[in-house]
């Protein structure tokens, strides 16, 4: 009786309702579970697949694409020439189907591993928790590849969490932390679960009770402060809720990675997030003023919220990347902007990916960049194209094919070479025209053509369905998956070109029977560098082991990548999935300081998710 | 011992192709058509291909190059406008021009010619296949062997025949003094390299720019020499690291993804240059450069030089080689523009690779009957009977090819008649006399001094010594292991410990001489125990290393394989030891060693004329430098050699097989 009704963006409506019937609830339910009550969003989301259950993409009987739900622009759309694009460039067929398990089964799930007395004294607390199969799954992963197989699969997963308990705000999880240490229990903490590192996933050799800690229940804007611009919000809130509730007051962070309809901002903390529109707002360690959290040590928290200080190496940069393995992220201070005036999208077209590439470079040299600048190479170009729905009026189609006139036979562009630089600019409107004009100009003298609002949107439409196209993709036996770097700008180019190659040269040798998807694109500019994100799917008919091909090739351009002057993550992280570079990427000492605090913090390894080192 | 594992591992390089003679339609079709057909190679990923004058830019305008023209600049003080036109002038002089109608030129020219030099032209096909689809995947290196000037046109020919894309060849800058022929080198695709730049900062810059420019684009391969220069002894040479360094740091830069490098082996039937080259090593200078002199070589088109195999050898990729070797990523720290010396690792990643390719040469380098005939004939310089020779000839046969050498044997020929017609194209070199094979010793006119006679002899053993040396890469490794054993016998040792001490200090003294890869010494050991145990001529039981019955030809004739290279260095030793006067210049050495052997020759001490060879004193020399026998002091201009003459007497006697390995080792220290 009380499953809410949920708006369109999610699930923070209701929680005020929830939290009011939540005392009354526990009197009543003497099982250990709860739980679903207490994460709405497990409700609406799939179990084994991205994003909301109403929202995927599937093909009709008509053989025509379309994008179910009413959440997104593509909603309800048709798109007429995805299936060509799947069929053509995976060399895949709507005919071979490779559909999911449609029901969880519980028996994949191991039994749960108590500690008898934790949960005595945990129940002691008030703080809801549940040992419900169901819920435990829900936070044994996160998205990567291997995991969402698994779960598609019904394979049976090793470890999961034991249990999971919701706080509802910063003492409460105190008091969790404390019974933790107690009773040496494991604690993973959980935000959104849109890792894509394995930094969720439950050490198999963890013989404890592991725990999840969930933190939706901690999403409350406690304060907002507009002499200094800044709002504290606890860390649990979800991306797209704390932007919507800013919003109500005329202000945004601007921080909107591509996963902020579900990450959370403990995770964004605690992975190190990039957001889209950094170039105005800055990555998370330049939004974040102030981070109190908790750790078996007792609470870590700065004495003053001054912008900047001397006060020796920055202890939030222990906490900012730390994945999970130092503590709770409870409560973060964060900068706040108006919101602004005007926005605006746009698209520019390259000949090719090295014109834009140097275009891209003058722009960051000239610290010019719109709030967001990418660059998509010509694959992804033609990905994007895919994506178009139905054109309904013949003007429209008329308009297209004189664009497509102009670019390919006026301007001499190669369609199989020119690439698209996606923009977006923010601020009051005079600004952002002039500074369209500065952006538009510079990328005039590389060759780059003004291209239309239209094709900058659909190429950051891209990015929020992409996960949802994986999955489209594993119903049809492709698998895919992202990856991303960050590296100087001279070797950009080459980083790109040689990853790539790699890719299909060990695709090869692995015996992957169809040419794989290698596609890549500029996301941010640096003064220095730039990040590179990498899409990789391929179609896996004939494999045995598709997963296993899948990781080893990614492995393989992991490595060509740390070859080639890239980082090992530039917002990912690390997770469990990249830990073995870590060494390599920062040195033996830089490991040994790291372990060090972690050896003071947690000695006894209660945030034992083992991510990182 | 895990021999049969790691000989195995090199066997299957040594499945061979097949040949093609090229020859054979240019018999019977046209020239000039065949010089003027269309000509449309596929290229790197289907680049276009550049301009001269566009690469020209495009190394002028490089960062690399900026960067090494405002260091130079800082530090001569000169502005960089006026460093940046030298650079210009320098990359005028160095850069191809190639054009196709010189090629074409080339073309048709050089059919004419080889149908008269040649009997023959062959290559295997599918080398060339297999380099086709190497050009169109990653920037491709072709390393020939060279023996003769031939080389780069005979290269540039084969892949004109074959509509691939035409090479780039650095060349050294000697031929630029032919005026004429230097410019229509030039235009067939030679780049022209000064032979010493060592200190010249932007020389090198510049030189190095224009190499990898081409090479990261594509344009075309790029050709070079290994060996430096042309082997004058017909052994291949100790590799030269420069060129090689440029084009492997590209990938290593992560600036292509793999580069291919591609061995070609070129063999002559018979060398252009023989009797030229054992002159030259004989200190007779070689004849400068000139188009004057190349006229009057036209001699040479009246005589037959047999037939050429040439072997296009699978394409050796450099990522895969350095997989697990050179960590690419400690050039992160470093901007990529900026020169800088290769790092521990990467040099020895170079060097190793630059041997294994010298070895991948040597390995498909194709030997003819006469090569065999030419290892009896020095063996006995008195001379053989003719039926002697053939029977002994055929014994060899069969051991060469249990060892894996590449044998052109005519197939159905019975051996008399192949004997008879390798003696009938080298009648230059040995004749028949009275049922008696011997060497031909040059006759001149006029009275002969004592001197001039053993020059002319000399002459012919050096010459015949060239064919010789073209089978010793085969049998290097197993006659090595048989002096050692000889030698073991003599001090009545023969546990492989004390043996592999012998062949271990044989291997290291030999190693300017034959190509031995640095680091190879314990797996070339076992694979000389290995090949002798399989051919049977020895046994192992336990720790030992026993020759059998049958072995005794077999490892008599490894022995007197390489008794002139033991003897010759004793010579040097001998010379060191008792001649050496206490100021002696680098430069006086080779004559001074040279006028010592002819003595030693004159009063009938002696009868080894390989010594004489400059070749030879040149390694011996090296080998002591590297022993730390010898040390070379600068004074003044002059470099002056310091001899350990304790040292040097100890090595002595070890070659002569008086003293034990193990003790000679203390005494070095």
């Given at each position: 009786p009380l499953r809410p009704g949920l708006g369109v963006t999610g699930a923070s409506h209701t929680v005020n309702t929830l939290r009011k019937s939540h005392d009354l609830l526990l009197l009543t339910l003497t099982k250990l579970t709860n739980c679903f009550l207490f994460s709405p969003r497990q409700e609406i989301m799939k179990w084994n697949g991205w994003g909301y259950s109403d929202s995927k993409f599937l093909f009709n009987k008509k053989g025509q694409a379309e994008f179910t739900g009413k959440r997104y622009r593509l909603s309800g759309m048709t798109l007429p020439s995805l299936q060509d694009w799947f069929e053509n460039t995976f060399g895949a067929s709507v005919k071979h189907k490779s559909p999911a398990t449609v029901i969880l089964n519980a028996s994949v799930v191991p039994p749960p591993r108590l500690n008898e007395a934790f949960v005595e004294n945990l129940k002691a607390t008030g703080i809801p928790f549940s040992n419900e199969a169901e819920d435990r799954l829900f936070r044994a992963h996160g998205h990567c590849l291997h995991e969402i197989f698994a779960?598609?699969?019904?394979?049976?997963?090793?470890?999961?969490?034991?249990?999971?308990?919701?706080?509802?705000?910063?003492?409460?999880?105190?008091?969790?932390?404390?019974?933790?240490?107690?009773?040496?229990?494991?604690?993973?903490?959980y935000g959104g679960g849109t890792s894509v590192t394995s930094a969720l996933e439950c050490p198999p050799e963890e013989t404890r009770c592991i725990v999840s800690l969930d933190t939706s229940q901690m999403n409350r804007i406690l304060w907002l402060d507009e002499n200094n611009l800044v709002a504290h919000v606890e860390a649990g809130i979800i991306g797209q809720d704390l932007e919507r509730l800013l919003n109500e007051s005329g202000y945004c962070t601007g921080h909107e990675p591509d996963s902020m309809e579900f990450s959370s901002l403990g995770g964004w903390v605690a992975t190190r997030a990039s957001g889209m529109k950094k170039n105005v707002y800055g990555n998370i360690e330049d939004l974040v003023i102030h981070i109190k959290a908790v750790t078996p040590r007792g609470v870590i928290e700065k004495s003053c919220q001054g912008p900047r200080t001397s006060t020796g190496p920055d202890i939030h940069h222990f906490i900012l990347g730390s994945e999970g393995t130092l503590g709770v992220v409870t409560e973060v201070t964060?900068?706040?902007?108006?919101?602004?005036?005007?926005?605006?999208?746009?698209?520019?077209?390259?000949?090719?990916?090295?014109?834009?590439?140097?275009?891209?470079?003058?722009?960051?040299?000239?610290?010019?960049?719109p709030a967001s600048i990418r660059l998509m190479d010509n694959t992804q170009f033609h990905f994007g194209h895919a994506l178009k729905p139905q054109v309904s009026s013949i003007f429209t189609h008329f308009l297209e094919g004189l664009k497509k006139f102009y670019i390919t036979k006026l301007k001499g562009f190669d369609p199989h070479q020119l690439v698209v630089a996606t923009l977006l600019f923010e601020g009051d409107h005079e600004r952002v025209l002039q500074h369209e004009k500065e952006v538009y100009d510079i990328a005039a003298t590389f060759g780059g053509l003004a291209a239309g609002e239209d094709n900058g949107q659909r190429g950051y439409l891209l990015?929020?369905?992409?996960?949802?196209?994986?999955?489209?993709?594993?119903?049809?036996?492709?698998?895919?998956?992202?990856?991303?770097?960050?590296?100087?700008?001279?070797?950009?180019?080459?980083?790109?070109?040689?990853?790539?190659?790699?890719?299909?040269?060990?695709?090869?040798?692995?015996?992957?029977q169809f040419q794989p998807l290698t596609s890549c694109r500029v996301t941010q500019t640096y003064d220095s560098g730039a990040c590179i994100y990498f899409y990789f799917a391929f179609n896996y008919r004939g494999l045995a082991d598709p997963v296993h091909t899948y990781e080893q090739v990614e492995h393989a351009a992991r490595e060509e990548i740390l070859a080639n002057g890239g980082s090992l993550s530039h917002h990912h992280g690390v997770g469990k999935l990249r830990k073995e570079w870590m060494k390599d990427s920062i040195s033996n000492v830089g490991v040994g300081m790291l372990k060090s605090v972690k050896e003071y913090v947690d000695p006894g390894n209660i945030f034992g998710n083992r991510n990182l080192l | 011992m895990a021999s049969k594992t790691l000989y195995s591992q090199r066997d299957p390089m040594l499945k061979r192709d097949g040949f093609e003679d090229i020859l054979e339609e240019r018999r019977n079709s046209s020239d000039?058509?065949?010089?003027?057909?269309?000509?449309?190679?596929?290229?790197?990923?289907?680049?276009?291909?550049c301009k001269a004058n566009m690469l020209k830019n495009i190394v002028l305008q490089s960062d690399q190059l900026h960067y090494v023209i405002n260091q130079v600049s800082q530090e001569s003080g000169e502005a960089p406008d006026i460093i940046q036109e030298e650079a210009s002038v320098i990359l005028e002089e160095m850069a191809h021009r190639l054009q196709i109608s010189t090629v074409r030129f080339f073309a048709f020219a050089l059919s004419k010619a080889f149908k008269t030099l040649f009997q023959h032209v062959c290559v295997n096909e599918e080398g060339i296949q297999r380099l086709q689809q190497a050009i169109q995947e990653h920037p491709v290196v072709l390393l020939p062997s060279h023996r003769s000037y031939m080389d780069f046109l005979l290269m540039s020919y084969i892949l004109y025949t074959y509509d691939l894309a035409l090479p780039v060849i650095a060349a050294g800058m000697d031929f630029m003094g032919m005026k004429f022929v230097g410019e229509m080198l030039r235009m067939s695709g030679a780049f022209f390299i000064r032979r010493s730049f060592g200190g010249d900062k932007l020389y090198w810059a510049v030189f190095s720019e224009y190499v990898k420019t081409m090479l990261r684009n594509g344009f075309a391969p790029i050709e070079f020499f290994l060996e430096g220069t042309r082997s004058r002894t017909c052994k291949s040479l100790t590799p030269k690291l420069g060129l090689l360094n440029i084009v492997i740091e590209p990938f290593f830069k992560g600036e292509v993804f793999?580069?291919?490098?591609?061995?070609?082996?070129?063999?002559?039937?018979?060398?252009l240059e023989e009797s030229l080259y054992a002159r030259e090593l004989l200190g007779v200078p070689k004849p400068k450069e000139s188009t004057s002199g190349l006229l009057k070589a036209r001699r040479i088109l009246s005589e037959d030089y047999g037939s050429i195999h040439v072997y296009f050898g699978q394409p050796v990729s450099v990522r895969s080689l350095a997989q697990g070797k050179v960590n690419r990523s400690t050039y992160n720290l470093f901007p990529r523009h900026i020169p800088r010396k290769p790092m521990e690792e990467t040099q020895s990643f170079v060097n190793d690779t630059a041997y294994r390719i010298v070895r991948l040469q040597e390995d498909n380098m194709v030997l003819k009957p006469w090569v065999l005939m030419a290892s009896l004939l020095l063996q006995n310089l008195e001379g053989l009977e003719l039926s002697v020779l053939t029977e002994q000839t055929v014994w060899l046969r069969g051991l060469a090819l249990s060892y894996a050498a590449f044998l052109d044997w005519p197939d159905h020929a019975p051996t008399a008649k192949v004997v008879s017609s390798s003696l009938a194209l080298h009648r230059g070199l040995a004749c028949v006399s009275g049922g008696r094979v011997s060497l031909v010793v040059g006759e001149p006119l006029g009275p002969v001094t004592p001197e001039e006679a053993l020059f002319n002899r000399a002459v012919s053993v050096l010459s015949c010594a060239s064919y010789r040396n073209q089978v010793l890469h085969v049998f290097l490794r197993p006659a090595m292991l048989a002096v050692a054993m000889h030698t073991a016998a003599s001090s009545k040792k023969s546990e492989w410990p004390g043996l592999y001490n012998c062949f271990s200090f044989l291997w290291d003294m030999f190693s300017n001489d034959f190509i031995l890869c640095p680091g190879d010494i314990v797996q070339d050991f076992e694979e000389a125990c290995y090949l002798l145990v399989k051919t049977g001529a020895v046994q192992m039981p336990q720790q030992d290393i026993v020759m059998t019955d049958i072995g005794q030809p077999t490892l008599s004739f490894f022995n007197g394989l390489l008794e002139p290279f033991l003897q010759g260095y004793q010579v040097v030793c001998r010379y060191l030891c008792e001649e050496?006067?206490?100021?002696?210049?680098?430069?006086?050495?080779?004559?001074?060693?040279?006028?010592?052997?002819?003595?030693?020759?004159?009063?009938?001490?002696?009868?080894?004329?390989?010594?004489?060879?400059?070749?030879?004193?040149?390694?011996?020399?090296?080998?002591?430098?590297?022993?730390?026998?010898?040390?070379?002091?600068k004074v003044a201009d002059?470099?002056?050699?310091?001899?350990?003459?304790?040292?040097?007497?100890?090595?002595?006697?070890?070659?002569?097989?008086?003293?034990?390995?193990?003790?000679?080792l203390l005494a070095r220290l």
């Amino acid at each position: 009786p009380l499953r809410p009704g949920l708006g369109v963006t999610g699930a923070s409506h209701t929680v005020n309702t929830l939290r009011k019937s939540h005392d009354l609830l526990l009197l009543t339910l003497t099982k250990l579970t709860n739980c679903f009550l207490f994460s709405p969003r497990q409700e609406i989301m799939k179990w084994n697949g991205w994003g909301y259950s109403d929202s995927k993409f599937l093909f009709n009987k008509k053989g025509q694409a379309e994008f179910t739900g009413k959440r997104y622009r593509l909603s309800g759309m048709t798109l007429p020439s995805l299936q060509d694009w799947f069929e053509n460039t995976f060399g895949a067929s709507v005919k071979h189907k490779s559909p999911a398990t449609v029901i969880l089964n519980a028996s994949v799930v191991p039994p749960p591993r108590l500690n008898e007395a934790f949960v005595e004294n945990l129940k002691a607390t008030g703080i809801p928790f549940s040992n419900e199969a169901e819920d435990r799954l829900f936070r044994a992963h996160g998205h990567c590849l291997h995991e969402i197989f698994a779960l598609r699969e019904g394979k049976k997963f090793e470890r999961v969490p034991d249990m999971v308990v919701w706080p509802n705000c910063h003492n409460d999880v105190v008091k969790i932390v404390e019974l933790a240490c107690k009773h040496n229990v494991c604690l993973i903490p959980y935000g959104g679960g849109t890792s894509v590192t394995s930094a969720l996933e439950c050490p198999p050799e963890e013989t404890r009770c592991i725990v999840s800690l969930d933190t939706s229940q901690m999403n409350r804007i406690l304060w907002l402060d507009e002499n200094n611009l800044v709002a504290h919000v606890e860390a649990g809130i979800i991306g797209q809720d704390l932007e919507r509730l800013l919003n109500e007051s005329g202000y945004c962070t601007g921080h909107e990675p591509d996963s902020m309809e579900f990450s959370s901002l403990g995770g964004w903390v605690a992975t190190r997030a990039s957001g889209m529109k950094k170039n105005v707002y800055g990555n998370i360690e330049d939004l974040v003023i102030h981070i109190k959290a908790v750790t078996p040590r007792g609470v870590i928290e700065k004495s003053c919220q001054g912008p900047r200080t001397s006060t020796g190496p920055d202890i939030h940069h222990f906490i900012l990347g730390s994945e999970g393995t130092l503590g709770v992220v409870t409560e973060v201070t964060m900068k706040i902007r108006p919101i602004p005036e005007y926005q605006k999208y746009g698209s520019v077209v390259f000949p090719n990916f090295e014109a834009g590439v140097a275009c891209l470079r003058e722009v960051a040299k000239q610290r010019c960049a719109p709030a967001s600048i990418r660059l998509m190479d010509n694959t992804q170009f033609h990905f994007g194209h895919a994506l178009k729905p139905q054109v309904s009026s013949i003007f429209t189609h008329f308009l297209e094919g004189l664009k497509k006139f102009y670019i390919t036979k006026l301007k001499g562009f190669d369609p199989h070479q020119l690439v698209v630089a996606t923009l977006l600019f923010e601020g009051d409107h005079e600004r952002v025209l002039q500074h369209e004009k500065e952006v538009y100009d510079i990328a005039a003298t590389f060759g780059g053509l003004a291209a239309g609002e239209d094709n900058g949107q659909r190429g950051y439409l891209l990015t929020f369905v992409i996960a949802y196209l994986r999955d489209l993709g594993m119903d049809y036996c492709v698998v895919a998956e992202s990856f991303e770097t960050s590296v100087p700008w001279d070797r950009v180019l080459d980083l790109c070109q040689n990853v790539k190659e790699r890719i299909i040269r060990e695709c090869k040798e692995r015996g992957v029977q169809f040419q794989p998807l290698t596609s890549c694109r500029v996301t941010q500019t640096y003064d220095s560098g730039a990040c590179i994100y990498f899409y990789f799917a391929f179609n896996y008919r004939g494999l045995a082991d598709p997963v296993h091909t899948y990781e080893q090739v990614e492995h393989a351009a992991r490595e060509e990548i740390l070859a080639n002057g890239g980082s090992l993550s530039h917002h990912h992280g690390v997770g469990k999935l990249r830990k073995e570079w870590m060494k390599d990427s920062i040195s033996n000492v830089g490991v040994g300081m790291l372990k060090s605090v972690k050896e003071y913090v947690d000695p006894g390894n209660i945030f034992g998710n083992r991510n990182l080192l | 011992m895990a021999s049969k594992t790691l000989y195995s591992q090199r066997d299957p390089m040594l499945k061979r192709d097949g040949f093609e003679d090229i020859l054979e339609e240019r018999r019977n079709s046209s020239d000039l058509k065949y010089a003027l057909r269309c000509y449309a190679p596929v290229l790197y990923k289907g680049v276009t291909p550049c301009k001269a004058n566009m690469l020209k830019n495009i190394v002028l305008q490089s960062d690399q190059l900026h960067y090494v023209i405002n260091q130079v600049s800082q530090e001569s003080g000169e502005a960089p406008d006026i460093i940046q036109e030298e650079a210009s002038v320098i990359l005028e002089e160095m850069a191809h021009r190639l054009q196709i109608s010189t090629v074409r030129f080339f073309a048709f020219a050089l059919s004419k010619a080889f149908k008269t030099l040649f009997q023959h032209v062959c290559v295997n096909e599918e080398g060339i296949q297999r380099l086709q689809q190497a050009i169109q995947e990653h920037p491709v290196v072709l390393l020939p062997s060279h023996r003769s000037y031939m080389d780069f046109l005979l290269m540039s020919y084969i892949l004109y025949t074959y509509d691939l894309a035409l090479p780039v060849i650095a060349a050294g800058m000697d031929f630029m003094g032919m005026k004429f022929v230097g410019e229509m080198l030039r235009m067939s695709g030679a780049f022209f390299i000064r032979r010493s730049f060592g200190g010249d900062k932007l020389y090198w810059a510049v030189f190095s720019e224009y190499v990898k420019t081409m090479l990261r684009n594509g344009f075309a391969p790029i050709e070079f020499f290994l060996e430096g220069t042309r082997s004058r002894t017909c052994k291949s040479l100790t590799p030269k690291l420069g060129l090689l360094n440029i084009v492997i740091e590209p990938f290593f830069k992560g600036e292509v993804f793999d580069v291919n490098l591609v061995p070609v082996s070129i063999s002559y039937e018979r060398i252009l240059e023989e009797s030229l080259y054992a002159r030259e090593l004989l200190g007779v200078p070689k004849p400068k450069e000139s188009t004057s002199g190349l006229l009057k070589a036209r001699r040479i088109l009246s005589e037959d030089y047999g037939s050429i195999h040439v072997y296009f050898g699978q394409p050796v990729s450099v990522r895969s080689l350095a997989q697990g070797k050179v960590n690419r990523s400690t050039y992160n720290l470093f901007p990529r523009h900026i020169p800088r010396k290769p790092m521990e690792e990467t040099q020895s990643f170079v060097n190793d690779t630059a041997y294994r390719i010298v070895r991948l040469q040597e390995d498909n380098m194709v030997l003819k009957p006469w090569v065999l005939m030419a290892s009896l004939l020095l063996q006995n310089l008195e001379g053989l009977e003719l039926s002697v020779l053939t029977e002994q000839t055929v014994w060899l046969r069969g051991l060469a090819l249990s060892y894996a050498a590449f044998l052109d044997w005519p197939d159905h020929a019975p051996t008399a008649k192949v004997v008879s017609s390798s003696l009938a194209l080298h009648r230059g070199l040995a004749c028949v006399s009275g049922g008696r094979v011997s060497l031909v010793v040059g006759e001149p006119l006029g009275p002969v001094t004592p001197e001039e006679a053993l020059f002319n002899r000399a002459v012919s053993v050096l010459s015949c010594a060239s064919y010789r040396n073209q089978v010793l890469h085969v049998f290097l490794r197993p006659a090595m292991l048989a002096v050692a054993m000889h030698t073991a016998a003599s001090s009545k040792k023969s546990e492989w410990p004390g043996l592999y001490n012998c062949f271990s200090f044989l291997w290291d003294m030999f190693s300017n001489d034959f190509i031995l890869c640095p680091g190879d010494i314990v797996q070339d050991f076992e694979e000389a125990c290995y090949l002798l145990v399989k051919t049977g001529a020895v046994q192992m039981p336990q720790q030992d290393i026993v020759m059998t019955d049958i072995g005794q030809p077999t490892l008599s004739f490894f022995n007197g394989l390489l008794e002139p290279f033991l003897q010759g260095y004793q010579v040097v030793c001998r010379y060191l030891c008792e001649e050496a006067s206490e100021g002696l210049t680098e430069k006086q050495y080779i004559p001074a060693v040279r006028s010592f052997a002819v003595k030693l020759i004159l009063a009938g001490n002696l009868r080894c004329y390989e010594v004489l060879s400059s070749d030879m004193q040149k390694n011996a020399l090296a080998a002591l430098l590297r022993m730390d026998a010898v040390r070379k002091v600068k004074v003044a201009d002059q470099v002056t050699l310091i001899v350990n003459k304790m040292a040097v007497n100890s090595i002595d006697d070890i070659l002569g097989g008086k003293l034990p390995t193990q003790k000679a080792l203390l005494a070095r220290l």
